[in-house]
C-alpha cells in the first residue's frame, strides 16, 4: 500500500465513520504527512512501519523543537492511523501499542488572594434571596477548594 491511498483511505474514514469537522481532518492529515515524510526518507511504506522506526520519527520531531503538547497530539494522530489500518486488515499488528508520547505536566490552577475573595463576597447584594444563595454558593466553592 502507498502512502497516498492510504491517507485518502483514512481521510475517508475520518469523514465518513467518525464524523470529524473539517479542521479535525486537515490536523490529522498533517500529522500524517509529518511521519509519511519521514518514512519516505528511509523507504519505508505504511503497512510495514516498525515500533522502532516510530521512535526514530518521535526523536525526530523533537530534534525539529516542537514542544511537547505538539509531539503528543501529532503522536495521537499517528495512533488513530495505525488504528485504522489495523481495522482495515491492511496491517495484522499495530506498532504504536506500546508508543509513548512525552510527558505533559499539569498547570495548576490560578488562585484568587485573599484580598480578591473578600471583595468577591462583599460584591453580593444580601437585600435580595439570592444574594444569601449566592455567598452560600460562593463560601462552599471556597471553603472546600472547589473549580468552576
Request: aromatic fraction near 8%; include cysteine.
Amino acid at each position: 500500500m502507498k502512502w497516498e491511498q492510504a491517507r485518502r483511505q483514512f481521510m475517508q474514514y475520518l469523514t465518513l465513520e467518525r464524523s470529524l469537522s473539517q479542521n479535525s481532518i486537515e490536523a490529522y492529515m498533517h500529522d500524517l504527512r509529518l511521519l509519511e515524510q519521514f518514512c519516505e526518507g528511509i523507504s519505508v511504506s505504511p503497512e510495514v512501519v516498525t515500533y522502532a522506526q516510530l521512535q526514530d520519527f518521535i526523536e525526530h520531531l523533537n530534534e525539529l523543537g516542537m514542544s511537547p503538547h505538539s509531539q503528543a497530539r501529532i503522536i495521537s494522530g499517528i495512533k488513530s492511523f495505525f488504528q485504522f489500518l489495523l481495522y482495515d486488515q491492511a496491517i495484522e499488528q499495530d506498532p504504536t501499542s506500546l508508543l509513548e508520547g512525552p510527558k505533559l505536566g499539569r498547570k495548576l490552577p490560578d488562585t484568587l488572594s485573599y484580598d480578591e475573595i473578600v471583595t468577591l463576597l462583599e460584591a453580593i447584594d444580601h437585600s435580595k434571596p439570592e444574594g444569601q444563595r449566592n455567598r452560600a454558593i460562593l463560601e462552599v466553592l471556597y471553603s472546600a477548594g472547589l473549580r468552576v
